[in-house]
């Protein structure tokens, strides 16, 4: 761990890029509170109104404060980015751990069936699942989830397969230590860098994934709602009133924006060799 | 060659076959099951248990999957349950306007990509590789679906120069079959020239610094074509892989963007399937995507190889 602090000094776009996310996280978890109107109040006087001082974002179609929905659909699409990156992490972590340290049959079975898994394309992965069931926020929270887990699993594979033949992963074997402690307590703690730095690459994905879901109306359902299905319901009004697809499709790209800048300082900070890839 | 490439493509259909095996599970097995969803939540079980009979739902799971798998096998795909239509030709009608979209923006993502990254990566650290990095990075942050209801919003609603929606067929005339065209296009063009472009100039910046690229510059060549008969041969090479990648990142934003602009390809017909419950065509429709992919991947590996005269596949250096 010596050389994460070396200098001491933290990469600009992880402290822009942080910021602004826990700024946004922030925003969001205290939405009921700093929300002007409650969220799923009508004005049926004050329809498809353009931003103003009242309304600074405008209204929608219903009279609706589209910058209140605004704040509570992210609370929706920003659960779903990090619920489904949790789901790729504790499946794909001890699947990866596992098959990087193991290897021989075991690890040669689980990279078929991830080959399997990786050949179909993550949206048509997202459609199949929901498909099947009725959707709603948790099951596209846990489809996203499933998808990255193929992902997830061969980089911790390949990590796992480095770490695997360091000297002190010998010495624990040497010390007749048994498979979940060397996992565990061993390879597990000197993974976390690159396992740090792939999650926060995986959420932008997963975020962008789930409001494409729910924009295809595969994912959030009414009368919840994220920002994919805001746009989603926005479309018929981009004419005449186009902010209210505009506040939720910046803010989308903000929240990516800000995850890719901490994601490049992440990789930066920990995981130096990767510097300068894109 | 020839072996490695029998192999490879052994390996596509074994892929294949177990993709065809996952659809069918998934889509059979799961909740919401087929007889369920033609009947509507207020069917008795009775009513159920004979709709599965008539449809054969009733027998082995592994029966059905024969059944089906066997079809396939023969081109037959069984027939659409809402449009009462075989699936095949549905889906191969689907997929010709599919191809038009993914081939032009295909092409266009290769020829921009590359060029702009061979370019910034010429301007490495100055004004114009960070106007290009930028861009990149802001595209990248943009979801397919916004772009695709901006443009829409722009080209179609304020500047009235291009129709929103629809599709008309080539032999109607060219202009209004391209005019439906750009907007799509620009759309999947837009999300996926950051990813080649971006790792076309750092292998190209990296390039730029070898050996033999100084060792050209000392023999005197000039330097366009340094740039583009020496380093970007071999600057190329990671280019390729994540071109591939991109097919299947391609045929994900096709589903989006055929829907936002109502254009009848595989992609609009697969949500269409969804929404109705019509499990045939979400079968024929994910497996034929996922086979254009895994062939993509085959034809990127070959390229590769091609380009690359280190690698030298089982036997094949004859």
Known sequence: MARLNRGGRLPASLLVGGGLFALLVAVVVAAPWVAPYPYDEMDIMAIKEAPSAAHWLGTDEFGRDVLSRLLIGGRTSLFLGAAATAVSLVIGIPLGLLAGYVRGFVDEAMMRIIDVLMSVPPILMGLLILSATRPSVWKTAIAVGIIYVPVMTRLVRSVALDLSREEFVLAAQGRGERLPWILLREILPNAWPSIIVEASLRMTFAVMLAAALSFLGLGVQPPSSDWGLMISEARPFIDSAPWIVLGPGLALCVTVVAINLMGDGLRDLLDPRMRGRA | ?318
């Open chain 2, 1 to 318: 060659m020839g072996a490695y490439i029998a192999k490879r493509l052994a390996a596509i259909l074994l892929v294949l076959l177990a993709v065809s095996a996952l659809i069918f599970w998934i889509t059979q097995v799961l909740p919401g099951n087929v007889a369920y969803s033609i009947l509507g939540q207020f069917a008795t079980p009775d009513q159920i248990a004979a709709v599965e009979a008539k449809l054969g739902l009733d027998r082995p799971i592994i029966v059905q999957y024969g059944d089906w798998i066997g079809g396939v096998l023969r081109g037959d795909f069984g027939r659409s349950m809402l449009m009462d239509r075989p699936v095949a030709p549905l889906v191969l009608n689907a997929m010709g306007n599919s191809i038009q979209l993914a081939v032009i923006a295909m092409a266009l993502v290769t020829v921009i990509g590359i060029w702009s990254g061979v370019w910034s990566a010429l301007r490495y650290g100055r004004l114009g590789d960070r106007v290009v990095s930028s861009l990149n990075f802001i595209s990248l942050a943009i979801p397919e679906f916004f772009w695709a209801i901006v443009s829409l919003m722009i080209f179609a609603g304020l500047l009235r120069w291009l129709p929103a929606t629809g599709y008309t067929s080539i032999s109607e005339g060219v202009g209004p079959w391209a005019s439906h065209l750009v907007l799509p296009v620009i759309t999947l063009v837009a999300g996926l020239v950051p990813h080649v472009s971006r790792l076309t100039r750092s292998s190209m910046v990296e390039t730029m610094r070898a050996q033999y690229v100084v060792a050209a510059r000392a023999k005197g060549l000039t330097e366009s074509r340094i740039v583009w008969h020496h380093a970007l041969r071999n600057a190329l090479l990671p280019t390729i892989t994540i071109l591939a990648i991109d097919v299947g990142v391609l045929m994900g934003g096709i589903v989006v963007v055929e829907t936002v602009f109502s254009y009848p390809g595989l992609g609009r017909l697969l949500i269409f399937a969804v929404e109705q419950k019509d499990i045939p065509v979400i079968q024929a429709g994910v497996l034929v995507i996922t086979a254009i992919y895994a062939f993509a991947n085959l034809g990127a590996d070959i390229l590769y190889s091609l380009l690359n005269p280190r690698i030298r596949y089982h036997g094949a250096a004859e």
